[in-house]
């Protein structure tokens, strides 16, 4: 109860300083999907210094500089996460973490092609090399090591459900017996919510738009994914959707990359403990995630390997 409470109050306070930032036009934004993270948020992000006369010993990186861009897949419908506006703009914390690391491999950020690359293709895409890095709520685990690379973790989120507002039936994992819930081809909440312990039913889609608009259509009755993911979808829509707020799993995300790849990973990691040292990070995380609802809270250990 206090957490829903204290959830709602922070939506609120996210869609008053939308509503700034639009100049207040929107009389009725709680019906209306906004941005996700842009207008305000944007003035607020730091930028990163780009490193000069990087050299690492990674066939990723001397492909990429050869090139001259670094190739990132990213979510494009996750707001405050990894969102792309009609205009192809992207914005997030994912967003955010991949401009810092691109830095400091040596590349700005119009040398960064992002690539679109939804869950359930993310471990061939990489491992195919179609993408030089990955940065889009990537829970690192044992069997996805056993095909890409992580450097990480960079954020702790665990799995949650989304419902519509004031649904009182649906407390938390516990409470789907004979319910449907939607949730993503390719996740670690799917595997999860499919134990037959739940007693749940599942709709398992390509994309958590899509899952969220079944919800709204009533079409199903809850959706699962990292509470990250959901705060960004209720925070969009505060009068017909909110979060249970009873994390169920455990969700370190990591940014994926070539598993054989072992200088990209260091780098990569020394990039995040970098930017988490000097504050970049904490100020990327407010002006994105952290306006969906979710306060700072300092990254976990980096775990190298
Ligand atoms: N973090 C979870 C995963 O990597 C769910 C979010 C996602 O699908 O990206 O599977």
């Known amino acids: 109860m206090k957490l829903r409470k204290s959830a709602s109050v922070a939506v609120l306070a996210t869609l008053a300083l939308a509503m700034t930032a639009c100049g207040g036009k929107s009389g009725n934004a709680g019906d209306q999907p906004s941005g996700g993270g842009s207008g305000k948020a944007a003035a607020k992000l730091p930028s990163y210094a780009v490193a000069t006369g990087v050299k690492i010993d ?81 829970t690192i685990n044992d069997k996805r090591k056993k095909q890409v690379g992580f450097a990480g973790p960079y954020f702790l989120a665990g799995a949650d459900l989304l419902v519509r507002k004031g649904d009182k039936a649906i407390t938390g994992p516990d409470s789907l017996k004979g319910k449907t819930v939607c949730s993503i081809k390719g996740s670690t909440p799917l595997q999860e919510i499919k134990k037959p312990k739940y007693g749940a039913k599942t709709v398992e889609l390509s994309k958590y738009s899509e899952c969220v608009q079944q919800l709204l259509n009533n079409e199903v009755d809850a959706v699962t994914t990292d509470d990250a993911i959901l ?49 970049d990070y904490k100020k990327a995380y407010d002006a994105t995630l952290g306006l969906s609802g979710s306060p700072y809270t300092a990254p976990p250990a980096l775990e190298r390997y």
Do not use: C, W
């Open 58 to 138: 990674s066939a990723t990186l001397e492909r990429a500089q050869k090139a001259g861009k670094l190739v990132i897949g990213a979510k494009n419908d996750q707001p405050y996460l990894g969102f792309e506006d009609t205009t192809g703009k992207r914005s997030g914390f994912d967003i955010e973490i991949a401009k810092m690391v691109a830095a400091d491999l040596g590349f700005k950020p119009e040398q960064i092609e992002f690539k679109t690359v939804d869950s359930n293709v993310r471990e061939t895409t990489i491992s195919k090399g179609e993408v030089d890095l990955y940065v889009g709520t990537y």
């Open 231 to 279: 705060k960004g979808y209720a925070a969009q829509r505060p009068a017909k959707l909110e979060v249970v707020g009873k994390p169920f799993t455990k969700e370190p995300y990591g940014v994926g990359m070539n598993k054989d790849d072992k200088a990209l990973r260091d780098a990569v990691a020394d990039a995040l403990e970098k930017h988490e040292k000097n504050g």
